[in-house]
Nanobody
């Protein structure tokens, strides 16, 4: 199983970014995908989850209405569209999948929201 995140960067408050998570090594369309983030000095926190078919999504309260999780099962990729970014969204963002009771993480992509 391999997960590779991309799309992070430096953005001003109120700006947008779209993160991607390219997956391989498992049948992507069979598994829910999640995004997590970890700010400096803080624990990693769950951000959003999408079901395997993409029909259902869940979000942590702080990102509801601003972030959208989606997936492209034809291309084995999950996305996190982040709008109206705030300085408190600054963190390393990770995608995660659990396959046969084992959790797999990508290497992370840094998002910095600052003027």
């Amino acid at each position: 199983v391999q997960l590779v995140e991309s799309g992070g960067g430096l953005v001003q408050p109120g700006g947008s970014l779209r993160l991607s998570c390219a997956a391989s090594g498992f049948t992507f369309s069979n598994y829910p995908m999640s995004w997590y983030r970890q700010a400096p000095g803080k624990e990693r926190e769950w951000v959003a989850t999408i079901t395997n078919g993409g029909g259902n999504t869940l979000y942590t309260t702080s990102v509801k209405g601003r972030f959208t999780i989606s997936r492209d099962n034809a291309n084995d990729t999950a996305y996190l569209q982040m709008n109206s970014l705030k300085p408190e969204d600054t963190a390393a963002y990770y995608c995660k999948v659990s396959v046969r009771s084992a959790a797999y993480w990508g290497q992370g992509t840094q998002v910095t929201v600052s003027s």
